[in-house]
């Protein structure tokens, strides 16, 4: 199994472009998420999904977009890139719904906007 | 909201010395999680725990329901676990979770 994977690693923007950064996962998991993580804070949530169809805001929603059109993949798009975007975005899924299960997270996304 | 606060922020120790880290929160739950994130960047899930203590290898995470209280300890550590550890708790009806802010670990060899 991969696990969770994301695509890009890294990326570079300049203000006011659009992108979609990929997620993935192999494990067959019905709850999906988008966090960012920026210096001197925790992990934030920006948008979550408990299953293909469903998707619902997290604490930081405004600027991003999501869908989940299949269980596998929970794609986050950003529609007009701002510097205050820039962060590190993680990707995590897991079985069912938190608390009870553990999380699986992907390699994280570094997002540069200029 | 659920706060989560961890302590300390920073940790710096020699290799083989026992650690605490502590994490507390402020509304009941029903379980709490905590988290390694790897100088990498790579996070991945150590414990997640409702109540007593759990054990795997060198770790042993424990948990105060009552006091709403949680620590992380590592017995012998070593360089290799050198990271961010983070606890996270959950929030606005078991749908997501607060992170802490983390505990960067450094262990000198």
């Known amino acids: 199994n991969a696990g969770v994977t994301q695509t890009p690693k890294f990326q570079v923007l300049k203000t006011g472009q659009s992108m979609t950064l990929q997620c993935a996962q192999d494990?067959?998991?019905?709850?999906m998420s988008w966090y960012r993580q920026d210096p001197g804070m925790g992990l934030r949530l920006i948008h979550y999904?408990?299953?293909?169809?469903?998707?619902d805001q997290g604490e930081v929603p405004n600027g991003y977009n999501v869908s989940r059109s299949t269980t596998e993949d929970f794609p986050l798009r950003l529609l007009s890139a701002a510097p205050s975007q820039t962060s590190v975005y993680f990707c995590?899924?897991?079985?069912?719904?938190?608390?009870?299960?553990?999380?699986?997270f992907g390699p994280g996304t570094r997002l540069t906007v200029t | 909201k659920n706060e989560v606060e961890q302590s300390p922020q920073n940790l710096t120790a020699q290799e083989g010395e026992f650690i605490t880290i502590n994490c507390s929160y402020s509304?009941?739950?029903?379980?709490l999680h905590w988290l390694q994130q790897h100088p990498g960047g790579g996070i991945v899930s150590l414990f997640m725990?409702?109540?007593g203590k759990k054990k795997h290898g060198r770790l042993i995470a424990t948990i105060n329901i009552q006091e709403k209280h949680s620590s992380l300890h590592i017995t012998a550590s070593h360089p290799r676990d050198s990271a961010v550890y983070i606890c996270?708790?959950?929030?606005?009806?078991?749908?997501?979770?607060?992170f802490g802010t983390g505990t960067r670990l450094t262990i000198i060899p």
């Open positions: 999904s408990v299953g293909a169809g469903i998707t």
């Open positions: 494990m067959n998991h019905e709850y």
């Open positions: 996270a708790v959950p929030n606005f009806g078991n749908e997501k979770l607060t």
């Open positions: 995590a899924s897991s079985y069912g719904d938190l608390p009870t299960y553990e999380q699986y």
């Open positions: 725990l409702s109540s």
């Open positions: 509304v009941g739950i029903s379980a």
